[in-house]
């Protein structure tokens, strides 16, 4: 038997209200568990018309897991695309998802963990750094235990960004 789990978003008057995981019994059988999870994906039109931190929402389906992983998950999910651009990154520059470490959620604040390479994306133009960082940003941000985001390269709390 599968089950089907749909991570719905709540909005209400004040903004984000949390989350619920609503379950559907599938009774063909057979394959695993799903999950269907909302991730943000930078705007690409967005960008072009000025805004770096244009986002939009897509629904990624993924293996079901443990709602401890899920945030985890998500970054996988956002970070799967995010490669190499010519002219921004240095020659033999890796998909900014090899460089992925993992995301703990401490007292609200969600720790991205990366190797030093990932800073030829986190710590690039102005533009191009916030169009990477936006995407994670605001999908951790619609878990309801995460409401600040750092970075951590090579163990390191890093917040010195050159632009």
């Not at 903004?15 to 619920?20: A, M, P, T």
């Not at 705007?43 to 805004?51: F, P, Y």
């Not at 990366?114 to 990477?132: H, M, P, T």
Request: aromatic content about 6%.
């Amino acid at each position: 038997m599968n089950v089907r789990i749909l991570a719905v978003l709540c909005l209400g008057p004040g903004g984000l209200l949390g989350c619920r995981a609503d379950a559907a019994r599938d009774t063909a059988g057979g394959g695993p568990a799903v999950i269907e999870l909302t991730i943000f994906l930078s705007d690409e039109q967005g960008i072009i018309d000025g805004d770096c931190a244009a986002v939009a929402s897509e629904v990624r389906t993924i293996p079901a897991l443990p709602a401890d992983q899920l945030p985890e998950a998500a970054i996988r999910e956002v970070l799967r695309d995010v490669i190499p651009s010519s002219g921004l990154h240095s020659t033999g520059t890796l998909p900014l998802l090899d460089y992925f470490n993992g995301v703990s959620i401490q007292n609200g604040t969600a720790i991205l963990r990366f190797d030093g390479g990932a800073l030829e994306y986190l710590n690039n133009a102005a533009c191009a750094q916030i169009a990477v960082k936006s995407p994670m940003e605001r999908t951790l941000l619609e878990f309801p235990d995460v409401q600040r985001i750092e970075y951590e390269i090579d163990g390191q709390i890093f917040d010195e960004w050159d632009a």
